[in-house]
């Protein structure tokens, strides 16, 4: 049995898997300094963070902001919410709501914001574009919208070997699905044009990248992102009959990969989008 197939933790049952779950931020975290580089700061702002999770970066941008802001995060994972609201009270931030549900079918009651943000939350949702234009209806006029995504490339050295372990092992014809998946990762020009098209004013967009080295492959696939991010797509690509012949191949190349390398380096770009609302003219 190749054992990195069945994590151990459940994330969204398992509120000790959730109280954990603050090491994955580690990888958020990169994207979040960027979303929070591009905030203009200013008193008084209503705030909202969609996709919000554990509380990074609504309970940062708290903070960062002050008690004259006041600041919403929304998402549907209900024990992620919890993690954060303990977090809200032990920092005593009395500037902070939280709300349960979906930003797309919660009923707003005309509320608007001067600040939505959005740090890898918009890539959980089924329709980037439908919850870019309720994003849209949210805002202010001259409201400030910054969203992170990871764009097309992320990982694309391990997709490579991937490729290998397909054609190595007879798998040809899985090559297409693979390359369905690897393209239905928006690129931030793709995802810039939906924000576009949401009636948002894009002002720029960023990207920068970084990487994560591993030992090798059977480190970087039991590693808990790769197994909460990743995993279970890169399954859906491969019969379930044979996930253990493949995986485990897919870990010696890996292996193989990494002892002639000294160690696996993973790509991984930031996006950042940062768009206003327009001010509609006298």
Known sequence: ????????????EDPEAVSAYDELPLWSAIFGNLLLEKVAMRSGLKV?????????PLIELAQRLGPSCRLTGIDSWQLALERAALKIKVFGLGNVELIHADVSVYDWKGKKFDLIVSNLGMEHFGDFSKVIETCFKLSAPGA????????????REIYDVFEDTLI?????????????YRA??????????????????VQETVIRWHGIK???GTALLHHCMVQYVFLDDWKQI??????NDFFRSLEKNLNSKAS??????MSIPCGCIVARRPVPSS
Request: hydrophobic fraction near 45%.
């Open 48 to 56: 909202l963070d969609v996709g919000c999770g554990t509380g990074f």
């Open 260 to 265: 002639n390398e000294h160690g696996l380096y």
């Open 214 to 216: 591993y030992t090798d």
């Open 238 to 243: 491969i019969p379930i009959e044979i996930h």
């Open 168 to 180: 190595q092992m007879g798998l040809n014809h899985l090559l297409d699905d693979l390359n369905t």
């Open 184 to 201: 239905s990762r928006l690129s931030l020009d793709e995802a810039a044009g939906r924000i576009t098209q949401a009636g948002f004013a």
């Open 1 to 12: 049995m190749v054992t990195f197939l069945d994590p151990a933790f459940d994330l969204i």
């Open 144 to 155: 400030q919208a910054i969203i992170t995504i990871c764009p097309k490339g992320v990982f």
